[in-house]
């Protein structure tokens, strides 16, 4: 099976700018989960899909939010970005989520906001 | 809340030594634990998990650890350090309630495992 892809792997934005991050899970896998890495804040969870619905949030600013479509595919979106957005963006999928269930990473779009 | 402690942000061995990395976790509810690897410009790939089965779990790449709940710790251990194990670890741990569904993963800050010839 095909693991999990993400694209795009890199991207340099300006602030203010807009940005749109795909993830495509491992075929058959229905959960949908974003993290963000920096080096001051390691990994944070940003929001988690499942079937299309989002199922968890984690503390972040509105500016960043996320889809899941009918094939699992997910993106995320950060609106207005700021310097600070910039950071390893994670996507992990898993079968159907929940607390126990294995999550499997992606290698993560690493984004720099100039 | 559950939340994640890993002790030493770097450490350092020689090759063929043991290689013990440290997790505490605090969790008002039985956690499920996890660690996970990471390479240099890549994801995370989880070396093992703790669901409440045997306290002691073994993972891949000859690692295991074991859950001790009286000292809420979860800590990895290698017996023998290669040097394709020079990573990042983190442990985590599923945040969750009693009955929730909700499982997303609280992680610890990482601890750099250098391994030296």
Known sequence: ?114 | AQSVTQLGSHVSVSEGALVLLRCNYSSSVPPYLFWYVQYPNQGLQLLLKYTSAATLVKGINGFEAEFKKSETSFHLTKPSAHMSDAAEYFCAVSDRNYGGSQGNLIFGKGTKLSVKP
Request: proline content about 6%.
């Open chain 1, 1 to 114: 099976k095909a693991g999990v892809t993400q694209t795009p792997r890199y991207l340099i934005k300006t602030r203010g700018q807009q940005v749109t991050l795909s993830c495509s899970p491992i075929s058959g896998h229905r959960s949908v989960s974003w993290y963000q890495q920096t080096p001051g804040q390691g990994l944070q969870f940003l929001f988690e899909y499942f079937s299309e619905t989002q199922r968890n949030k984690g503390n972040f600013p509105g500016r960043f939010s996320g889809r899941q479509f009918s094939n699992s595919r997910s993106e995320m979106n950060v609106s207005t970005l700021e310097l600070g957005d910039s950071a390893l963006y994670l996507c992990a999928s898993s079968p159907r989520g929940g607390p126990y269930n294995e999550q499997f990473f992606g290698p993560g779009t690493r984004l720099t906001v100039l």
